[in-house]
């Protein structure tokens, strides 16, 4: 077969699931719930709509869900057409297997959940620089929000610098001051009002996270032997990891995000950016660190922190209670700052398994992560079983995934020789 007629293959395949793909979600989506979100937009009627969905990215964009456009054009009692772009967000039922394990966790209901039960109560008395982007669909296998790109926001290297950093820190100091008003307001930890919003998931709990996971520390320890580390370190110290999912006894909590790594935040072109956080599936009620531990360790690298960590650290901290300030939140309600510094110290080991379990999946380019995320096998045995073969060939192919795996580890193994030493969460 000539390489024109593959090609010509590969594109009726493509459209034939994509027809498909669009056929279904149009089966969950009425074309009646759609003209609602519209007369929502643009706040008056419209005479009709007409819409189409496609895939977002030839990418992958994240790893419980799947992607789309929506396109929707409205026909104005003036026969007037406005075209209005939408993210719309599904289970990634293309891949059953996939579908199965964020059904099984609930994910897609923890996001579900956030943003028709938590959001209302976060955003009732903040008057604040937004943090997240505006949902206007809930439903329990979708979920349909403001087309972002579209506004000017936009991903960036998997590797940020010093302003992606503080526009960062600042919406996350953002999200975390709209929970500490919302519980000054109600009187009442928003874990005890509402348990059910909250991700119980850590690294050791639920279906199949323990073979994703050793999947991880596999990867970890078979790179480590080629660094010359013992693997057996490596191994001890990722079996502390779940010290960092627990609710506080001693510091201050709040809603946090959860899953800052590089793919979650978006930025506009203003100088300097203004950041919004993406994905709520993994929303947690923890320490303020630990928000602000795992996206140093998810974002960053090991210099940067060396040189910028206590300053962006503060630059956290004076946002989070310049906001506190703004909504009449007084100094004795105001966590202190040894919160975070002590915090950050306590969080920091877990933080670093973490980037260390993720790296291998979200640092790997999006095409070739689509292309074994997108085949049921490949998936299963990159997901659940031997990771280790697909990072090794990459780390050769790609310097720069394999310096961020091998300086991860190389870290780790430091913090592993000295563990009976670090502080543990309280």
Known sequence: MSNTAIRRKEHLETETANVVENNVIRKWL??????????NVLNYEVDSIEYNIRPYSDGKLGYLGSHYRLTVTATTRKKKKVTLPFFLKTLPYEIPVQVEYVINLGFFKVETMFYSTLMPIL?????????????????????????LNGKGYTMRDKLFNKTLVRASLSTIAHLHAASLIAEARLGSPLNRLYPDVFSKRNFDKGYRVREWFDAGVDVATTVAERLGHNPDLIRAACEQVNNIFKTSCTKTNVVSHGDLWGNNLMFNNDVPPKCLLVDYQLT???PLAFDVSQFFYLCTDRSFRETWESAMLRHYYEILCETLDAHGIGLMQ??????????????????????IIYFPTVLMDEKLNAQIMSDPTSYNEFTFQNRTKFVLSVMEKDSVYGRRISEAVDELASLASRLDQLPQPS
Do not use: H
């Open 30 to 39: 009425s074309l009646e719930e759609v003209k609602k979100i519209v007369r």
């Open 123 to 147: 955003c009732e008395e903040y008057r604040g620089e937004p943090w997240a982007p505006v949902c206007y669909k809930m439903k329990e296998n979708l979920l349909i929000f403001e087309e």
């Open 284 to 286: 947690k009620y923890l």
């Open 334 to 355: 105001r966590p202190a700052w040894s919160e975070v510094v002590d915090g950050m110290e306590e969080q920091r080991l877990g933080s670093l398994i973490t980037a």
